[in-house]
């Protein structure tokens, strides 16, 4: 007598089981791969990691007195209204506008303010209150009024070496010029285009802006987040300092490991 084919599994339908999206969302965790926001990292085309590498091999070779003697600069902006869009929160459909499913938030942040800052080995340089938007001749002030006598004051030999990104106002011609004019007192390191990832300073800030906003109550003013920033950033261990100067050592021209 002929089998109900219809009713039985073909070999290959019983060789594979539906499962459901929580089964398998279940075996990830119990995997032990949880949902994570992808890491942000600089967004590197090809010639931007060839320029990475060549800067690198270019210092691949310099003591460690040598990357002592590096100023880190970098500028930076603090709002008073800081929304971490990384935040997440869990909640029902319908409910997404619940005071505790939202993040409130002000136009520009409700103000801010501008820190350029600079750092050696195992000490903050000057941190200064900019002008919200830098253009050259603002960071040109800064860096003839802040930078050089600390540069000359640190390094009487004019043995120092000072660091910058690629901002327009860093590579304007009036900035470039005076640092040809003093490069017998310190002289300006090259840097690779879309590395801030390199730049210890940048991860100065981000411990800045994280103690920033675990205190309580927020900053109500302009003034107040001036000088919380300012005291964070001042009471900083020296090893602080010193770990993101190994990282980028230890990144050998790729992405740091902070």
């Known amino acids: 007598m002929a089998s109900d084919s219809g009713s039985a599994d073909s070999p290959i339908q019983s060789r594979y089981k539906r ?107 000057p941190v200064v209150v900019a002008e919200q938007t830098m253009k050259a001749a603002n960071y040109l002030n800064i860096i003839a009024d802040q930078l050089h006598p600390y540069m000359v004051f640190v390094f009487p030999t004019g043995n120092g070496i000072f660091q910058q990104d690629n901002a327009p106002c860093h590579k304007d011609r009036i900035v470039l010029e005076w640092f040809e004019e003093h490069t017998y007192e310190f002289y300006l390191m090259s840097w690779p285009p879309n590395s801030p990832d390199l730049n210890p300073m940048e991860h100065i800030w981000d411990v800045t802006e994280r103690q920033l906003r675990d205190q309580t109550p927020p900053c109500p003013n302009i003034s107040t987040l001036r000088d919380r920033c300012l005291d964070i950033s001042y009471n900083m261990s020296p090893v602080m300092y010193q770990k993101l100067v190994a990282a980028v050592l230890k990144a050998n021209g790729g992405v740091t490991h902070y």
């Open 19 to 125: 499962v459901s999206e929580h089964t398998v969302h279940m075996t990830l965790l119990d995997m032990g791969l949880c949902s994570r926001r992808s890491t942000r990292v600089p967004l590197l085309t090809k010639r931007h990691r060839q320029l990475r590498l060549q800067w690198a091999w270019k210092h691949r070779d310099w003591t460690m007195d040598e990357w002592k003697r590096v100023s880190w600069s970098d500028e930076y902006q603090f709002l008073i209204h800081h929304v971490d869009g990384r935040v997440r929160v869990r909640r029902l459909p319908g409910e997404q506008l619940l005071p505790s499913c939202t993040a409130g938030h002000t136009q520009a942040g409700g103000g801010g303010i501008m820190l350029w800052g600079t750092f050696l080995w195992a000490v903050l340089g």
